[in-house]
């Protein structure tokens, strides 16, 4: 009968079979085989010492992997390991991503990893590129520069102070401890309010960062100060990290922040604070106007701020005929455009999601955003959501948000 037995081959086939297995077997000898440069191990064995005295605090074994004759560097270092001397490392590695020679030198393309201790359980990574010499056997740095593109870290900015909360760690340069404490105030407050709005699995606390000024807050960044200057904080972070695990920094403009009120600093700290704990929720496939919709959802729950003292800039657009009519797209929160503009896409958006928990329920609203987090593209995923999660369509939807903004604003 068909489908019993076992297929018998040629002698012809069973040659051919054969050959295919030695000649896959000779790949695999000949990758085996190909030469290993010796210096890959003598270099990592060089970041190792410098990565363990890291954790460990020990000065004296950091610079030992500095090249004896580099004196500038060494002093740059030096300031740099005692600007990092408070801050608990929980480990700091470097995984060499390739290694260039250049006569007795060599140029080794590294990833820095490092976490702090009982903050994060996934690594910050930053790209480097040391320049290191061997002498008498041993690899020594003589440059460590940023990859192309990197951010600044805070303690290359200067002495990092550290202030530790319930739920927070606040790091700043510049700062005096008393704006520290009330940070890290701020923050141990809005951990528990982040919780009970979202009671999703996350780490439960923040790690908060506070350079001098906005310019040393878009070093951190990579980006130019002039983009964030009207912006109090904001959240870096890697985005659909479904086991949980988040390394992610509120980064605090001290000018700005500065100049807000008890409230809205409340505000400021509870919307970064959701994105820390949303992060394992949102992807690609999340627009703007939902998770910063949602964030501010979580910030002014439970206020008592009434919708026309919340939104209003969408307040006096609406009033004046002008409903938007789409949701706002990830363009309009983009920073240093209008500021007019940037207020009506964060309001349009946060009166969406207060429509989904108005009428179909906190639960739903929470059911919604992490649907539209676990779709793989951009393209049709919120559609789905609603459908799924909701029971409408995309121009129901966007309906029943128009008449919740005349209702609410009107």
Same mark, same amino acid.
């Given at each position: 009968?068909?489908?019993?037995?076992?297929?018998?081959?040629?002698?012809?086939?069973?040659?051919?079979?054969?050959?295919?297995?030695?000649?896959?077997?000779?790949?695999?000898?000949?990758?085996?085989?190909?030469?290993?440069?010796?210096?890959?191990?003598?270099?990592?064995?060089?970041?190792?010492?410098?990565?363990?005295?890291?954790? @460990?605090?020990?000065?004296?074994?950091?610079?030992?992997?500095?090249?004896?004759?580099?004196?500038?560097?060494?002093?740059?270092?030096?300031?740099?390991?005692?600007?990092?001397?408070?801050?608990?490392?929980?480990?700091?590695?470097?995984?060499?991503?390739?290694?260039?020679?250049?006569?007795?030198?060599?140029?080794?393309?590294?990833?820095?990893?490092?976490?702090?201790?009982?903050?994060?359980?996934?690594?910050?990574?930053?790209?480097?590129?040391?320049?290191?010499?061997?002498?008498?056997?041993?690899?020594?740095?003589?440059?460590?520069?940023?990859?192309?593109?990197?951010?600044?870290?805070?303690?290359?900015?200067?002495?990092?102070?550290?202030?530790?909360?319930?739920?927070?760690?606040?790091?700043?340069?510049?700062?005096?401890?008393?704006?520290?404490?009330?940070?890290?105030?701020?923050?141990?407050?809005?951990?528990?309010?982040?919780?009970?709005?979202?009671?999703?699995?996350?780490?439960?606390?923040?790690?908060?960062?506070?350079?001098?000024?906005? @310019?040393?807050?878009?070093?951190?960044?990579?980006?130019?100060?002039?983009?964030?200057?009207?912006?109090?904080?904001?959240?870096?972070?890697?985005?659909?990290?479904?086991?949980?695990?988040?390394?992610?920094?509120?980064?605090?403009?001290?000018?700005?922040?500065?100049?807000?009120?008890?409230?809205?600093?409340?505000?400021?700290?509870?919307?970064?604070?959701?994105?820390?704990?949303?992060?394992?929720?949102?992807?690609?496939?999340?627009?703007?106007?939902?998770?910063?919709?949602?964030?501010?959802?979580?910030?002014?729950?439970?206020?008592?701020?009434?919708?026309?003292?919340?939104?209003?800039?969408?307040?006096?657009?609406?009033?004046?005929?002008?409903?938007?009519?789409?949701?706002?797209?990830?363009?309009?929160?983009?920073?240093?455009?209008?500021?007019?503009?940037?207020?009506?896409?964060?309001?349009?958006?946060?009166?969406?999601?207060?429509?989904?928990?108005?009428?179909?329920?906190?639960?739903?609203?929470? @059911?919604?955003?992490?649907?539209?987090?676990?779709?793989?593209?951009? @393209?049709?995923?919120?559609?789905?959501?609603?459908?799924?999660?909701?029971?409408?369509?995309?121009?129901?939807?966007?309906?029943?948000?128009?008449?919740?903004?005349?209702?609410?604003?009107?």
């Amino acid at each position: 009968m068909a489908g019993q037995g076992r297929a018998q081959r040629t002698p012809a086939e069973r040659t051919a079979g054969l050959g295919l297995a030695v000649l896959v077997l000779a790949s695999a000898c000949t990758i085996a085989q190909r030469p290993v440069d010796p210096t890959v191990d003598a270099i990592q064995q060089t970041l190792d010492d410098r990565g363990e005295a890291v954790v @460990e605090g020990d000065r004296t074994g950091y610079l030992a992997t500095l090249d004896p004759g580099a004196t500038a560097l060494r002093e740059r270092q030096g300031r740099e390991f005692a600007n990092m001397a408070d801050i608990p490392f929980h480990s700091w590695e470097y995984r060499i991503k390739g290694v260039r020679h250049q006569g007795d030198r060599a140029v080794a393309d590294t990833e820095l990893r490092y976490r702090v201790d009982d903050y994060d359980s996934a690594s910050v990574a930053a790209d480097r590129v040391l320049e290191l010499i061997e002498r008498d056997g041993r690899w020594y740095v003589v440059a460590d520069e940023p990859g192309t593109g990197a951010p600044q870290q805070l303690w290359q900015q200067g002495d990092v102070r550290v202030v530790r909360g319930s739920h927070s760690l606040v790091l700043g340069v510049g700062q005096d401890d008393k704006r520290l404490r009330e940070l890290a105030a701020a923050a141990d407050r809005a951990v528990p309010a982040v919780r009970n709005a979202w009671p999703s699995k996350w780490t439960g606390r923040v790690v908060v960062l506070v350079p001098s000024s906005v @310019e040393a807050m878009g070093r951190l960044l990579g980006a130019p100060a002039a983009g964030y200057r009207g912006i109090a904080a904001v959240t870096t972070g890697e985005t659909g990290r479904k086991d949980g695990s988040a390394a992610d920094r509120v980064i605090v403009n001290p000018e700005a922040y500065g100049l807000l009120g008890d409230f809205g600093r409340r505000i400021v700290l509870t919307h970064e604070t959701t994105h820390v704990a949303t992060r394992a929720d949102t992807s690609a496939a999340t627009p703007m106007w939902l998770s910063e919709g949602f964030a501010d959802w979580v910030a002014y729950r439970g206020t008592g701020r009434t919708a026309e003292e919340t939104a209003p800039e969408l307040r006096d657009a609406v009033r004046g005929g002008n409903v938007p009519g789409t949701l706002p797209d990830d363009e309009g929160f983009a920073f240093g455009g209008e500021a007019d503009a940037l207020a009506r896409a964060y309001e349009g958006g946060w009166l969406a999601c207060d429509l989904i928990a108005d009428r179909w329920g906190e639960d739903e609203l929470r @059911e919604f955003y992490r649907t539209v987090g676990e779709a793989e593209h951009r @393209e049709g995923a919120v559609e789905r959501a609603l459908g799924e999660v909701l029971g409408v369509t995309a121009d129901e939807f966007t309906a029943r948000w128009q008449n919740h903004l005349r209702e609410r604003l009107g």
